[in-house]
């Protein structure tokens, strides 16, 4: 048996408890809208020999498209005038960051879960608890706004790397009897999700801070601060 262990979910319904579990769901639905992400880029080509041809460049979590290459219209590349084509742009960093940092929060949140559920009693008694809570929820708060908005311009310029705009750097679309036209890319409305995840769980870490600010000595300090001119009146 664990050592102070005292079970009590009705912790769950109390402010803490309850944002601390939004704030695990919240990482969830963060790393996994942007993490499960597959997509695809379509390109109507005609060529010496094909007429009509989709060619496609499929690409999904981390966006690295600079190692995506778009299939040939035909075995023999238009004739010779085909070239490997590929997207351009690395945005695995960017996307990684924000995918392992939900992932960590994810992680944390199970455990302060523990903690308030089985230890509470014991996170009262020492505020060095409390403390630690405050600080990691304003350093929290604080990476979920940079990660998001990291994140965020990267998204942006995925859009664009994978968009109609990517038509004229096409080397192997300037070649003499050869057109392309852009056809199609998969909606990344569940990343634009991912995005609005990010931002949520932010302001929810920024109102947690509040939450834990209260139970530390530091509000205790600040009230008896407060409430000494008064006692003196």
Not at 79 to 108: E, H, K, M, R
């Amino acid at each position: 048996m664990m050592v102070g262990l005292r079970m009590d979910f009705s912790m769950l319904l109390e402010p803490l408890g309850f944002v601390k579990v939004l704030e695990w769901l919240f990482a969830i639905f963060a790393f996994a809208t942007c993490g499960g992400f597959h997509g695809e880029t379509a390109l109507l080509v005609s060529c010496k020999g094909v007429v009509n041809k989709t060619i496609t460049a499929a690409f999904a979590y981390p966006f690295r498209l600079n190692t995506v290459v778009f299939s040939a219209p035909d075995p023999k590349g238009c004739g010779g005038t085909w070239t490997d084509v590929y997207l351009t742009g690395n945005f695995s960093s960017s996307a990684q960051f924000f995918v392992a940092f939900a992932t960590l929060v994810f992680f944390y949140c199970v455990a302060a879960l523990v903690v308030y559920i089985g230890y509470y009693h014991v996170y009262q008694q020492n505020n060095k608890f409390p403390l630690t809570d405050l600080a990691i929820s304003v350093l929290t708060a604080f990476l979920w706004l940079v990660s998001t908005f990291v994140w965020a311009k990267a998204l942006a310029d995925i859009k664009v790397s994978t968009g109609a705009s990517i038509i004229p750097g096409i080397e192997s679309c300037k070649a003499a009897g050869t057109t392309c036209h852009f056809l199609s890319v998969t909606s990344m409305g569940v990343l634009n999700v991912s995005v609005v995840f990010g931002l949520l769980n932010m302001i929810l870490w920024a109102g947690n801070v509040w939450l834990v600010y209260k139970d530390t000595n530091l509000h205790n300090q600040w009230n008896r601060i407060s409430e000494s001119p008064t006692e003196r009146v």
